[in-house]
Each structure stands twice: as structure tokens, then as C-alpha cells.
């Protein structure tokens, strides 16, 4: 594909497509804007993502509003059968509405139908017949305002798998309308295909001028005919396309960069660091100075709630962003993911609590450290329990992300998983301690996938229909379904068990981060 877009002159309209999580703002978009605002270029972003869903509550006329209002009302987060009982009624009206002949489904984390991303053949079939998917008819007015523009250039977006096939559709849409547009995308579901690049670029190419499997910043600077910049430059987001009235949740809490990368990166299993070409990870922290005055753009905008993307805040810079925090003119409140690393400290949780922090999310996976040690996770149970409790101590609450299907993984190895939930529940907020199991996948790119026999495994054959997939299943001496769905059970009785019947956060199964902050600061009687 050539290099070389001029767009000095253009205007463009950044597309961030359907289907994701509705009720957060799209990072991408006040990131790419600001980036091409740097540069000169004047953009459009536009969430189409939300817009469907507010296309299927238009669609349910009086019914759909009201459902709409009842869970933006502000006692919608003071309990959490009321949560539950607004947002199923809520997903309720974007299913039903999506697809009344049943063969496509649409819910808040999830888009469903008999065509897969993974399948290059559904990839194939949504750019020659767009109108398979019921999203293009439902949000064609918002796709005709933007040719009405005079728009040039698009760029797609697509950070889930949920995105690829809706995003060539579009993209397919535009192109039998106006056959000179130019149009780009990226996005963590290409990156995470890269290997595939030669692949795709025959099915794609017709649509796309370039995919970009990098950071918007490096692309950009060398699409568009500027001096190359350096790698990872940030910019400044720029917010000032966000519409308030297109939130669906009570209040917004906007997604703010702390860094890129992960600081480990060594992960064997692991595909969302960045990695360069030799496989090096790489880490570049957002400068402190930038990130203050995101905040405060924030603050005067009247935002005051924040979810910080970072792979892992380690303990120096969660003491540095505190900092930062407590320079700020008025309080603000916020979640975040990190790593059980030995550096973090009772004292530092006590600050960050100080400073706004509600909950952490932490990559805990197993209490086995043969296991962590055998795929290169880099942290030890006993520091782990230790990070855990203190952070119970300082009064913020925890997610774990918990893992299973490891080659080798035996009973006794899920067992000291247990135990040591055991040790930690009785001192966790049973409110707002949340957790997800996963089985474990080979994930594209990751030493898993490129060495599985160094981890006593088999990477599954993938099927033709299953070419483009990012994860594949292993084979060997692996734990079996049966085992692995057992001790799910077992997680569960053990955590109910110890942390009661109090109605909390892990009832909810929630896919959406931002949710956890919003019921924390909002459920007062229910955390006593």
C-alpha cells in the first residue's frame, strides 16, 4: 500500500464503529483528533458505536426513552438490584431492536450472528453485501451526514473483534457511494493480526488506502507527510468534540493515558504490550506536566471521574501520579490496573486513596508460582497476598483477574489459588471486590503462540474458517473442561462463602471498568 496521504488540505472524519462497551467514551477519538489537530488537519470524530445504541432507543420510541432515563437517573448507582434491573431493561431494548428475525444479536459487551471475525470468508461477505449487518440500515442517516460533509478521508478504528466486521461494512458502504474517498484504519484488533498482514491486505485493500498496525502518533506523522516523530509522542486529547447528551450512563468517566506499553512486557502469554520488532517491549509513561493539563481540561469541563489506561502503574508512578492529583483544584475519582510488584507499600495505597483512588485491577492469574514462573508473569503469591492486604488496608478495592488451562496446571496448582483467597478475602471490601477467570489461549505473537513447546503445549490447528482468529486453543497435557468448569465453581463457593451475603459488585458480572467507579462512589449504604 502507498505511503504519502496529503491532508493538509482535507477534511476528515475519525470513526470509532460499533460494536463496544456504550457507556464509556471512545479514548481513540480525542487522542486521534488531538494528534491531527497537531498536525494541522481538521477531523470529525465520531462515535458510531454510541450512536447505534442510540439509534435502537429512537427505534423503541416512548419505551425506549424512558428505560433510558430511568438508568441515567442518579439512584440508578445507589443500589445495586437497581443497577441490575436498569441496565438488563436497557440491554433488553438494544437486542430486541437490533434484529427481529433473531439471527443477529447485539448486548452491551457482546455482537453475535452467524458471520465471525475470525472467518475470512464473513470478512469477504460483509464488504460485498453491507446490508448483511443490521447496524449499516440503522445508523445509514448518520453515514450520509458525513458524505453531506465533504468529507475526504476516513479513519476507522477498531479496537475489539466486535469492530472488524461492522467497521468493513461501513467502509464498504462509503466506497459504493464515493469510490475516491480515501480511507485508513488501525487499531488494537489489527495489531493484534499483524502476521496475518498480507493475508488481510488482499481482502481489505480494495477499501483501505493504509492499516496501521502501530501507535496513531508514528503513523500518522508518516502517512500524512510530516517530519516522522518520535515514537510515541503524545499529544494532547482534544475533548471538545464529546456531546454530553449522547452519554448513557449517569455520569461520564473519561478513559485519561497514564502511559503506553506495559514496564514488563514479559508476559508468555500475554499480547497487549507493545513489543517492537525483536519482541523488546516497550514502556513510554505519559509526561506528567501533559498529563496535569488533561486533567484540568478536564476539571473545567466539569468531569471529575477517571478510569487511567495503563497496562500496569507501577508503585513509583502511582506515588508520582499522586502527585500530580493532589495539585489538582478540586478532588477527583478513579480506578486503575497495576501489577503485584514487591515496590508497592501501605503508604502509597494510603496516599493514592487520599488522592481519589477507588479500586485497583490486578493481573493475579494463579497462587502457583511455578506456573508464574514457568510463563514469565514475574510475581511471587507471598508478595502478592502481602500487596493485596495492604491495599484492603488503605480502603481500596480490588479486582482479580484469574487464569486456568495452563499446560501442566495440576489440582494442587488451582488450589493454592484458593488458599490463598482464603487468606485475603476476610480483609476484602466485600462490596467492591470484583473477579473474572479466564482459560488460558495462545494469542498471536506472544511467546505462547510462537513457542508453544517450550511451554509443554500444542497450538490447535486453526480451520479455514478460523484463519484470522488472534487466539488459538492448545493441546497437550492440559487440564480438561470438566476440570477447569469445576473450578470455577469452586472459586465462587469459596469467595461467596467468606465474603457472605452482601450484595457487591462481583454479582454483577460487569464487562465495563468505568461501572465499578460509578457504583462505588454511588452505593454509600450498601459498602456499610
Known amino acids: 500500500m502507498g505511503q504519502n496521504i496529503e491532508l493538509s488540505s482535507r477534511q476528515s472524519t475519525i470513526i470509532f464503529p460499533p460494536q463496544w462497551e456504550p457507556s464509556q467514551p471512545a479514548l481513540v477519538l480525542p487522542v486521534i483528533s488531538g494528534i491531527l489537530r497537531g498536525l494541522g488537519i481538521r477531523s470529525h470524530p465520531l462515535d458510531l458505536n454510541q450512536r447505534l445504541y442510540k439509534c435502537l432507543i429512537?427505534?423503541?420510541?416512548?419505551?425506549?426513552?424512558?428505560?433510558?432515563?430511568?438508568f441515567q437517573r442518579?439512584?440508578?448507582?445507589?443500589?445495586?438490584?437497581?443497577?441490575?434491573?436498569?441496565?438488563?431493561?436497557?440491554?433488553k431494548i438494544w437486542n430486541l431492536g437490533y434484529d427481529p428475525t433473531g439471527k443477529h444479536s447485539l448486548f452491551s459487551d457482546s455482537l453475535a450472528s452467524h458471520l465471525h471475525s475470525s472467518d475470512p470468508g464473513a470478512w469477504k461477505t460483509v464488504i460485498e453485501s453491507p446490508s448483511?449487518?443490521?447496524?449499516v440500515a440503522l445508523l445509514e442517516p448518520d453515514l450520509e451526514a458525513v458524505l453531506e460533509r465533504g468529507i475526504d478521508t476516513l479513519i476507522f478504528s477498531a479496537i475489539s473483534d466486535t469492530q472488524i466486521l461492522p467497521s468493513l461494512a461501513i467502509a464498504s458502504w462509503f466506497r459504493s457511494r464515493r469510490p475516491d474517498i480515501c480511507m485508513v484504519i488501525g487499531g488494537d484488533a489489527f495489531s493484534y493480526r499483524k502476521?496475518?498482514?498480507?493475508?488481510?491486505?488482499?481482502?481489505?485493500?480494495?477499501l483501505f488506502k493504509e492499516i496501521s498496525v502501530t501507535h496513531a502518533e508514528s503513523a500518522f506523522s508518516g502517512w500524512f507527510s510530516t517530519p516522522a516523530s518520535p515514537n510515541l509522542r503524545f499529544s494532547l486529547p482534544d475533548w471538545s468534540y464529546l456531546d454530553v447528551s449522547q452519554s448513557i450512563a449517569p455520569w461520564i468517566v473519561a478513559p485519561v493515558e497514564t502511559a503506553r506499553g506495559c514496564p514488563w512486557s514479559g508476559c508468555a502469554f500475554c499480547i497487549h504490550p507493545d513489543r517492537n520488532r525483536y519482541g523488546q517491549g516497550m514502556y513510554h509513561p505519559k509526561p506528567l506536566d501533559l498529563l496535569e493539563q488533561e486533567l484540568l481540561m478536564h476539571l473545567s469541563a466539569g468531569r471529575s471521574k477517571f478510569f487511567f489506561v495503563d497496562e500496569a502503574i507501577l508503585p513509583n508512578?502511582?506515588?508520582?501520579?499522586?502527585?500530580v492529583f493532589g495539585k489538582l483544584p478540586s478532588p477527583i475519582s478513579w480506578i486503575c490496573y497495576s501489577r503485584l510488584d514487591?515496590?508497592?507499600?501501605?503508604?502509597?495505597?494510603?496516599?493514592a486513596r487520599r488522592f481519589g483512588l477507588k479500586k485497583i485491577f490486578w493481573g493475579l492469574e494463579s497462587g502457583s508460582d511455578v506456573l508464574m514462573k514457568k510463563f514469565n508473569k514475574g510475581t511471587r503469591a507471598e508478595s502478592a497476598?502481602?500487596?493485596?492486604?495492604?491495599?484492603?488496608?488503605?480502603?481500596?478495592?480490588?479486582?482479580?483477574?484469574?487464569?486456568t488451562g495452563f499446560p501442566g496446571e495440576t489440582d494442587h496448582d488451582r488450589q493454592l489459588t484458593i488458599s490463598l483467597l482464603r487468606r485475603i478475602l476476610p480483609s476484602m471490601d466485600p462490596f467492591g471486590f470484583s473477579w473474572d477467570l479466564f482459560s488460558l489461549k495462545a494469542e498471536r505473537g506472544t511467546p505462547l503462540f510462537c513457542h508453544p513447546e517450550e511451554f509443554g503445549a500444542e497450538i490447535r490447528v486453526l480451520s479455514a474458517e478460523r484463519e484470522f482468529a488472534y487466539q488459538a486453543d492448545l493441546m497437550g497435557e492440559m487440564p480438561s473442561r470438566g476440570e477447569m468448569l469445576r473450578y470455577r465453581d469452586s472459586l465462587e463457593e469459596t469467595i461467596e462463602s467468606i465474603l457472605g451475603s452482601v450484595p457487591g459488585i462481583r454479582h454483577l458480572k460487569l464487562s465495563q471498568d468505568s461501572f465499578h467507579l460509578l457504583l462505588l462512589d454511588g452505593c454509600p449504604s450498601e459498602k456499610n
Do not use: Y
Not at 74 to 91: E, G, N, V
Not at 195 to 206: F, K, M, N, Q, T
Not at 342 to 351: A, C, M, N, Q, V
Open 74 to 91: 442518579p439512584d440508578t448507582i445507589s443500589s445495586i438490584s437497581l443497577f441490575r434491573d436498569r441496565w438488563d431493561a436497557l440491554q
Open 385 to 403: 497476598e502481602r500487596i493485596l492486604l495492604d491495599c484492603s488496608k488503605a480502603g481500596i478495592a480490588s479486582h482479580l483477574f484469574l487464569m
Open 342 to 351: 514487591d515496590g508497592h507499600s501501605l503508604e502509597i495505597f494510603r496516599k
Open 58 to 70: 429512537e427505534k423503541c420510541e416512548i419505551l425506549g426513552k424512558r428505560v433510558l432515563e430511568n
Open 132 to 135: 448483511v449487518l443490521p447496524l
Open 195 to 206: 502476521d496475518l498482514l498480507p493475508r488481510i491486505h488482499e481482502i481489505v485493500g480494495s
Open 317 to 323: 508512578r502511582l506515588n508520582a501520579l499522586c502527585d
